[in-house]
């Protein structure tokens, strides 16, 4: 008997009769149900659903039902689940598709090879313009099998941790699904990344094997990849072998330890048995910054992530099959795995990797490549869209946009003046501009204007409505749900969902602490959210101490760890500031060693050298003042809310600074702010 009104039933509530007969059933409720089965096949069995708003609810309120619908439909299976879900936030304990067997590489390629194999899978879009190069699912398949042979043979084996150090390439995708072909788990580190960043990452995976390439091509640079991997390995004793992949046709010194990956993958086969992954396995690793602590390896895992990667990559772009799908973020973070990789793949989809800059060879190049390579949907980061609209209108007029049907924003908060020029000019005023909200740990996007009706609103700068199967809730600081309407306080996600991140590789009791504990019950974001009377949310920022440099995420305390290894510095606190076009710069305040004098321009050059050779270029401070003392607390504590204050130069409503121990010392930390006259 079905129990419910509305709704498909849930298969805990089916009879055995029922549940074998349930594909029946959906096609059956499927024809009595709404239009936006039209536009979600998944959504014909949910009785009573008939328009977005309420498919959101639906999938809220019976997530089991909906996510059971979506993975039996999105995602072909070896083996069948038997459990929808068994999570339990408050201990961090999080299992989707439980008993389900499946191939993540047999999801994004054979199952597409059967029915079209010479549809373009890729298209690296190289750094050299007009060179670009198109791999079809065929090609991928054949590259992925023989790779996996060659890493299969070469002893990697299921559940072994591959770091991955390459620019967006397809050598780069066919390592990544190479290793999830046979079972062992990928560890994409941006290939920006210096060499002792990249040792910490390998040294904490625990990596036996790294896939890098001779060389990188940016911006018309060469990068020397093979030679920071070189470095990075020699204080890496896990790793046997680095295979090395062309990139270009400069010879780099080889060592005994090092393969080359195009000569040995000639004597490959180009079939490559798959493993039958359990839905739990680990997929990949990402390392990305806490607030405190050394970088975090957030553990993705098969089935729940694919599935959400394919759903959010299919519903919030709009894509449809034949769609060429633009994503310009670096395979090396979360956006480039989930919508230049994963969803993409899973969808039988067209994705391009983009490998250059916004600015290389001009100011152009962006919309030049949206005209040459006809993309439907282009996502990208505000910094670049801020960067671009100061160059003027004119570089993107004079290219043909007219296959651009949504652009898409990631990263950072999208201000207004950069969200209304991308509308305006890039979009010609009739694409949709999605502004997504999502993070490493989330695994896809959460928040977004779309999937609604295509018709309805869309804010300027804000993500606005939460992804189906998403229930986000506005915090205060006592950890109470605030439940008006409009409201502002902490981000948390009221239930789990496939996509989120399990845990954090060899440290989980970090990941519950982290993300469970702070509101029990709810997964903790980290942001700030206001909502609107209209129920539309808006990101307002993080509240930790994480600060976001050209949307990448970069830890203060990371950047203070090195700057405090100079042999001048006492101490130092970093702070984000509000930037132009990064929209968040690094600022430094540093207390030199007692006695110890400096050239002020010398200090600089130094304190950047080791920031960029110890992190990333980008991590490097844009501004350095020194100070005698940093404002502290009785019990020690930096009040970076006053730092923070300071280095925007708001110097009034500086707040409560009764606690400090040496109020007087903040007036000489303006004093040198204002004769700084830095902006
Ligand atoms: O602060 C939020 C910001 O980026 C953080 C996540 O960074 P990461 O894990 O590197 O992933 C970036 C790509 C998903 C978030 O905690 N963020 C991301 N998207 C937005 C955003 N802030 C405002 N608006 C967004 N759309």
Redesign the pocket.
């Given at each position: 008997m079905l129990l419910q009104t509305r709704g498909c039933a849930p298969t805990r509530l089916l009879s055995p009769f029922a549940r074998l007969f349930r594909p029946y059933l959906l096609q059956v409720w499927g024809r009595r149900s709404c239009n936006v089965a039209a536009i979600m096949p998944e959504a014909a069995g949910f009785q009573g659903v008939s328009d977005f708003s309420e498919l959101q609810e639906f999938s809220v309120s019976d997530s089991e039902s909906f996510w059971a619908a979506a993975a039996r439909h999105r995602l072909s299976w070896t083996r069948p689940f038997h459990a929808v879900q068994d999570c339990d936030l408050r201990r961090g304990k999080i299992k989707w598709f439980d008993g389900g067997k499946l191939n993540v590489s047999v999801n994004c390629l054979d199952r597409h090879v059967h029915v079209c194999p010479e549809r373009v899978a890729l298209i690296w879009e190289k750094d050299e313009p007009g060179s670009e190069v198109k791999v079809t699912y065929r090609q991928l398949l054949e590259t992925t099998c023989r790779l996996g042979n060659l890493l299969r043979r070469r002893g990697v084996r299921r559940g072994d941790v591959v770091t991955i150090y390459m620019p967006p390439c397809p050598m780069a995708v066919a390592s990544m699904l190479a290793c999830a072909r046979i079972g062992a788990a990928h560890n994409v580190v941006f290939a920006g990344f210096s060499a002792e960043a990249l040792a910490d990452r390998i040294r904490d995976a625990q990596s036996s094997t790294v896939v890098t390439a001779n060389q990188g091509v940016r911006g018309g640079k060469v990068t020397e990849l093979k030679k920071t991997v070189d470095a990075a390995v020699r204080s890496c004793p896990s790793v046997q072998q680095v295979l090395v992949a062309m990139r270009t046709d400069n010879p780099v010194a080889m060592t005994a330890k090092d393969v080359a990956v195009e000569e040995e993958m000639l004597s490959e086969d180009v079939a490559c048995e798959p493993v039958a992954m359990e839905s739990e396995d680990v997929l990949f690793l990402l390392y990305?910054s806490g607030s405190t602590g050394p970088p975090k390896g957030l553990v993705h895992t098969q089935a729940g992530y694919l599935l959400y990667a394919a759903l959010t990559h299919r519903y919030v772009f709009g894509y449809h099959d034949g769609d060429v799908f633009g994503c310009v973020a670096d395979i090396g973070?979360?956006?480039g795995h989930s919508y230049a990789v994963y969803g993409p793949l899973a969808n039988g989809g067209t994705t391009v990797l983009f490998e250059s800059t916004p600015l290389y060879p001009d100011p152009g190049r962006y919309w030049e490549t949206v005209q040459r390579l006809k993309i439907n949907q282009f996502y990208g980061a505000p910094t670049a869209i801020r960067l671009l609209l100061k160059y003027g209108d004119h570089w993107v007029r004079k290219y043909d946009r007219s296959t651009l049907k949504t652009l898409g924003?990631?990263?950072?908060?999208?201000n207004t003046e950069a969200w209304e020029w991308y509308h305006r000019v890039v979009g010609d005023g009739r694409c949709a501009v999605v502004?997504?909200?999502?993070?490493?740990?989330t695994g896809g996007i959460c928040i977004s204007p779309r999937p609604s009706d295509p018709d309805a609103e869309i804010v300027p700068g804000m993500?606005m409505r939460p992804f189906f199967g998403i229930e986000p809730v506005i915090m205060d600081p006592e950890g109470k749900v605030l439940t008006s309407k409009e409201t502002s306080g902490a981000l948390c996600i009221a239930q789990p969902w496939p996509g989120m991140a399990r845990s954090i590789h060899r440290d989980h009791q970090r990941f519950v602490e982290t993300y469970c504990q702070p509101y029990p019950g709810y997964f903790h974001?980290?942001?700030g959210a206001r909502r609107s009377k209209e129920g539309y949310y808006k990101?307002t920022?993080?509240l930790d101490d994480?600060i976001?440099v050209s949307?990448?995420?970069i830890g203060t305390a990371e950047i203070e760890d090195v700057v405090n290894q100079c042999g001048a510095v006492a101490e130092s606190a970093i702070v984000g500031y509000s930037h132009d076009i990064k929209g968040e710069g690094v600022y430094a305040f540093v207390v030199l060693k007692k006695g110890v004098e400096v050239d002020e321009a010398d200090l600089s050059r130094q304190l950047k050298d080791m920031v960029s050779k110890k992190i990333a270029k980008y991590a490097c401070p844009d501004f350095i003042q020194l100070v005698q003392v940093l404002p502290k607390t009785r019990s020690g504590k930096i009040m970076r809310r006053v730092l923070r204050k300071v280095a925007e130069q708001e110097f009034n409503g500086l707040g409560d600074l009764s606690t400090l121990d040496d109020p007087a010392a903040v007036q000489k930390i303006i004093q040198g702010r204002r004769d700084s006259g830095a902006k």
């Open positions: 990305t973070w979360i956006t924003s990631v990263g950072e908060p999208i502004d997504t909200w999502w993070q490493t740990e993500a974001t980290g942001d990101i920022g993080r994480v976001n949307g990448h995420r």
